[in-house]
């Protein structure tokens, strides 16, 4: 707070810090706590001392926090005296029982009046109804006064007010809508003040003093025209929490990708039956594929099935010869080279036959080329490899997993081998 009249007269810079601990109060909406500003290091820090410690009570004009809690109510407790150049914290120094008691008989009197204020302007009075100290089980027993609300015609909606004894108080009829809001003034001398206290005692110090300021607010004095100021400042973000934000960012950046990663799965998940099906449709259809292909001992029947379709399409068969199988993963391929002749419509009734074979048959490198010409114009010659599979037994199958297994180690041996060569 800064009171002055025509010139600068008292220095008394506000500064709140948000705080754990019972000295919370509600001002412009933030849980804040007022507290003392870090005491200077003293060579006699850490003296012991056996005399008792007196109980001092506040000499200047006294701040309080008044909070409506009924219909025309409001509870009022100090907040901090107005000395010199600082506020001082309204507590007791050693005993609170005390303290407190000596407090409510000088400052909390039945029918003692004060003057309400809310952003600079007077809104009403508070008129002391009783006093009472809280009981030992309140972690901070600071005096508390009930008393009578009497605000002026729309002030009720507010859910706090700040409140000086009226004699400290400018008269009512003097009025503060000139200072309503914060001057130049007051945004220039904030920070000068705060920083000095700061610098006295050294404490930390906020890199952008007015990225700091976070509330700033007239507050009325009586006997002058202009009033002192309040600011807030939170340094707290400067020394603990900005050293961690590059960690917070990088957390946050995690943050985005696992909920990319939850969102793709949690779709998964709503179509996991629809897959399920389409799983069982896949292996059903899969398992009708491999009764297709004949085992060892079909083989020969199928080649013989093979070579009847072309007899029994009217072809003269010139060449059958079966090649050397190939291995697959699971199935092994039989090539069959196959020479014939006829008319165009007996090599369509050929491929026919072919198909409607119950078991897997491909036709491959296809050539069609006309017969010589002993056996007539309409004579065509049909070159084709008929290709048909096998599933492979159990033994067979283990043979191809070795093979592949083998071919894996060697194809990252030799890719070490090349790494260390480079």
């Known amino acids: 707070m800064i009171r002055h009249p025509a010139r600068i007269r008292l220095l008394a810079p506000v500064i709140l810090m948000f705080a754990a601990g019972c000295d919370n109060v509600q001002w412009g909406g933030a849980q804040v706590a007022v507290i003392s500003p870090p005491p200077k290091v003293s060579e006699s820090e850490g003296e012991a001392t056996e005399e008792p410690i007196e109980e001092r009570l506040p000499e200047g004009p006294v701040l309080y926090y008044v909070q409506p809690v009924a219909e025309g109510l409001g509870v009022m407790v100090p907040l901090a005296e107005v000395s010199g150049d600082t506020l001082i914290p309204v507590r007791a120094a050693a005993n609170e029982e005390v303290f407190g008691n000596r407090f409510i008989a000088e400052h909390f009197r039945e029918g003692s009046e004060f003057a309400l204020f809310r952003n600079g302007e007077r809104v009403g009075t508070f008129v002391t109804r009783s006093a009472e100290l809280p009981g030992e089980g309140e972690c901070r027993r600071v005096p508390r006064a009930t008393g009578v609300l009497e605000l002026i ?91 961690i934000k590059p960690e917070l960012d990088r957390v946050r950046g995690e943050e ?22 389409q799983l069982a449709e896949m292996e059903q259809s899969f398992g009708a594929m491999l009764r297709k292909l004949p085992n060892k001992t079909e083989v020969p029947n199928l080649l013989t099935d093979i070579s009847q379709q072309g007899a029994g399409a009217g072809l003269d068969q010139r060449l059958f010869q079966p090649g ?9 391929e ?70 592949n297994a083998r071919q894996t180690r060697q194809t990252r041996q030799s890719r070490s081998r090349s790494q260390r060569a480079k």
């Open 334 to 403: 039989l090539p069959i080279k196959m020479r014939l002749t006829g008319s165009y419509h007996a090599i369509g009734n050929f491929v026919s036959g072919i198909a409607s074979l119950p078991r897997i048959v491909t036709l491959h490198d296809v050539e069609i080329t006309p017969a010589s010409k002993e056996r007539g114009v309409d004579q065509l010659q049909l070159d084709v490899t008929a290709k048909t599979y096998r599933y492979l037994d159990e033994e067979e199958q283990a043979a191809v997993n070795a093979a």
């Open 324 to 332: 050397q199988q190939v291995i697959k993963d699971f199935y092994a």
């Open 153 to 243: 015609a729309g002030a009720d909606r507010y859910p706090e007010y700040l409140a000086l004894r009226k004699s400290f108080a400018p008269d009512p009829g003097q009025g503060l809508s000139a200072a309503a809001e914060p001057d130049r003034r007051m945004q220039l001398l904030a920070p000068i003040v705060a920083e000095r206290l700061l610098r006295e005692r050294s404490a930390p110090l906020p890199g952008n003093w007015q990225r700091a300021m976070v509330q700033l607010r007239p507050i009325p004095f009586g006997g002058s025209d202009e009033p002192g100021f309040a600011a807030t400042f939170l340094i707290a973000y400067f020394w603990a929490w900005k050293p």
């Open 256 to 277: 985005a990708k696992l909920l990319d990663t939850l969102e793709s799965k949690a779709r998964k998940a709503a179509n996991l039956d629809a897959y399920k099906a």
